[in-house]
């Protein structure tokens, strides 16, 4: 059974600082995503990653995959309260064959000024 | 970017009756939707795929006599919860796939807050 985990579940930071989201999966699969969701509203595509190496930066947010540690990383550069939400990451269940995305825990980033 | 609509945004229904939700995409063609249900402080759950022209294909544990998908057309997906129970009640979020740019990608929809007394 593909597991995806996430981690930190939960992380407060402060405005201006770096850190890094890790999602772990347990089985092969070549394409990765990244969602971002605010409180009681649903998801908005954040990255697409789709070979092994691929990085992929909008503005603060830069996401990377490493498909042969099967592991993707978001990293948050010099954070700013307007990033506080919860970040998903999900990978396709067979490896893009059947586009069945199985979620990660989530991330819960709470940005203190 | 694409877009994804769901009809109605929020609910609340007697338990016995039943709940129809919509799902259109509205500016490409998504001969493949899919149906989740997320609950508070909780990741999302695949309950079904959608497929315009034919049946839908539940995940292991999902009723399908209770959770009716139908896919009438390339733009829309239907979700009817019937005989709705409080345990039903839950965030449902619908995604709708487009293949039109080399790869595959889901579009989610805003979500639809189910809510049975």
């Known amino acids: 059974e593909l597991k995806v985990e996430q981690n930190p579940l939960f992380l407060s930071m402060q405005e201006g600082k770096n850190y890094t989201i890790y999602c772990n999966y347990s089985t092969t699969s070549d394409r990765l995503y990244w969602y971002r969701q605010d409180p009681g509203k649903s998801l908005e595509s954040l990255f697409v990653l789709l070979s092994n190496g691929a ?4 503005g ?5 995959l490493d498909t042969k540690a099967r592991l993707s990383t978001l990293h948050i550069t010099a954070a ?33 000024p | 970017g694409a877009v994804v609509s769901q009809h109605p945004s929020w609910v609340i229904c007697k338990s016995g009756t039943s709940v129809k939700i919509e799902c259109r995409s509205l500016d490409f ?3 493949t939707m899919f149906w989740y249900r997320q609950f508070p402080k909780q990741s999302l759950m695949l309950m079904a795929t959608s497929n315009e022209g ?8 999902v009723e ?54």
């Open chain 1, 55 to 58: 990085v992929k930066q909008e």
């Open chain 1, 60 to 64: 603060r947010l830069m996401a990377s």
């Open chain 1, 80 to 112: 700013v309260h307007d990033l506080s939400a919860t970040y998903f990451c999900a990978v396709d269940r067979y490896g893009g064959a059947t586009n069945k995305l199985i979620f990660g825990t989530g991330t819960l980033l709470a940005v203190q």
């Open chain 2, 29 to 31: 063609q998504a001969t």
């Open chain 2, 54 to 61: 034919s049946k839908a294909t539940y995940e292991q544990g």
């Open chain 2, 64 to 117: 399908k006599d209770k959770f009716l998908i139908n896919h009438a057309s390339l733009t829309l997906s239907t979700l009817t919860v019937t005989s709705a129970h409080p345990e039903d009640s839950s965030f449902y979020i619908c995604s709708a796939l487009r293949s039109d740019r080399g790869y595959n990608e889901q579009f989610f929809g805003p979500g639809t807050r189910l809510t049975v007394l």
